[in-house]
């Protein structure tokens, strides 16, 4: 496998995916069932749970 393989295949494992409707509301219930979670903690939680990586930043301050 050469450098340019390599590069995409490790890109395609850690592309992130837009939530799905039952996933953002799983991920929303997580959060209020957890207030002192961070961001980071959240989207670690979603990443184990769902198998599927999504940015920090998609994990929206929710308990404002």
Known sequence: MDITSRAESKAAR????DATESERFQLYSQAEAN???TQQQLAQWFNDKFREQI???TVKTTRN
């Open 55 to 57: 940015n920090q930043s």
């Open 35 to 37: 207030p002192k979670a």
């Open 14 to 17: 850690h592309r992130e995916v």
